[in-house]
């Protein structure tokens, strides 16, 4: 059975940083690109970005949104995706999703509020 | 404002037919794979749709997606009230190298 687990979230004050994991199991993490994608508070999906898996290179995409404060990073030894999140704003307060691919498979997702 | 442009909701009766539009450009929908996701009140997105028109498996084939030129349909046939829920289309963009997501419809099975 396919398992992403979101882990991390927190309440943070602007301008801190935090670091999001995805903890995955059942299937070959490392044959996989994996996706963020968060939800503000009453509002719809918003993609944050992917990592290609290592046959495409291993490369992350970020939305022009987040860009510059945010990596995405994969172990693949350990099956996790990370997201890491810089300069926090009140803006970035919400559910982040962890997704395989394309969106196939979904974490149940994990909070994350900026708020002073 | 999202990329792509979904009605805000739709509503329909039990057992009725609703379809959900998608529209787009020639950036996203036009040339590239368009998905959608149900979203239960409370829950994480789940895959209805994928590559314009398949169904991943599990997904009742009340659920249908159809592409045509720069917009997508999502079709839901003999509606249940445990239909009701947030619909999202989503696609690759490859003039902003970014996915997008439609604003998502909510949809009430009256």
């Known amino acids: 059975e396919v398992q992403l687990v979101e882990s991390g979230g927190d309440l943070v004050q602007p301008g801190r940083s935090l670091r999001l994991s995805c903890t995955t199991s059942g299937f070959i993490f490392s044959d996989y690109a994996m996706s963020w994608v968060r939800q503000a508070p009453g509002k719809g999906l918003e993609w944050v970005g992917f990592i290609r898996n290592k046959a495409y290179g291993g490369t992350p995409e970020y939305a022009a949104s987040v860009k510059g404060r945010i990596t995405i990073s994969r172990d693949d030894s350990k099956s996790i995706a990370y997201l890491h999140m810089n300069s926090l704003k009140t803006e970035d307060t919400a559910v982040y999703y962890c997704v395989r691919s394309n969106g196939d498979y979904w974490g149940q997702g994990t909070l994350v509020t900026v708020s002073s | 404002q999202s990329v792509l442009t979904q009605p805000p909701s739709v509503s329909a009766a039990p057992g009725q037919k609703v379809t959900i539009s998608c529209s787009g450009s020639s950036s996203n929908i036009g040339n590239n794979y368009v998905s959608w996701y149900q979203q239960l009140p409370g829950t994480a997105p789940k895959l209805l749709i994928y590559?314009?028109?398949k169904r991943p498996s599990g997904i009742p084939d009340r659920f249908s997606g159809s592409r045509s030129g720069t917009s997508a349909t999502l079709g839901i046939t003999g509606l249940q009230t445990g239909d009701e829920a947030d619909y999202y289309c989503g696609t690759w963009d490859s003039s902003l190298s970014a996915r997008v997501f439609g604003g998502g419809t909510k949809l009430t099975v009256l």
């Open positions: 590559d314009n028109n």
